[in-house]
């Protein structure tokens, strides 16, 4: 089964960018159809967006669509998911996590492997 962990994570200002990545391991990455969350504090764990197998196919939250972008590097057995534009509203704990189906991507109960986590903060 494989182990993820997550990096990246900061403290920024509004308007600035990050990417997190997601290392894998014990597992093959490419197998594995691979999501993004987050988790406010007080609130539960949204979907973010996720991305297929291969990397053809994508797809993100309304809130985040067109300022974030997930991607994957399934050689270095690692994805990224690039944050534009941050806002305070961005701050939480993000998460990744693979599932060999893709079906139903939103739903966080549909991942069988997670990381632990890497909080981002975005300061006003």
């Known amino acids: 089964q494989v182990q993820l962990v997550e990096s990246g994570g900061g403290l920024v200002q509004a308007g600035d960018s990050l990417r997190l990545a997601c290392g894998a391991s014990?597992?093959?990455?490419?197998?594995?159809?691979m999501g993004w969350f987050r988790q406010a504090p007080g609130k539960e764990r949204d979907f973010v967006a996720a991305?297929?197998?291969?990397?053809?196919?994508?797809y993100y939250a309304d809130s985040v669509k067109g300022r974030f972008t997930i991607s994957r590097d399934n050689p270095k057995n690692t994805g990224y998911l690039q944050l534009n534009s941050l806002n305070p509203d961005a701050t939480a704990v993000y998460y990744c996590?693979?599932?060999?189906?893709?079906?139903?991507?939103?739903?966080?109960?549909?991942?069988?492997?997670w990381g632990q986590g890497t909080q981002v903060t975005v300061s006003s």
């Open positions: 014990r597992g093959t990455f490419g197998q594995y159809n």
């Open positions: 991305i297929s197998r291969t990397g053809g196919t994508t």
């Open positions: 996590a693979a599932s060999r189906l893709l079906s139903r991507y939103n739903h966080f109960a549909s991942y069988a492997y």
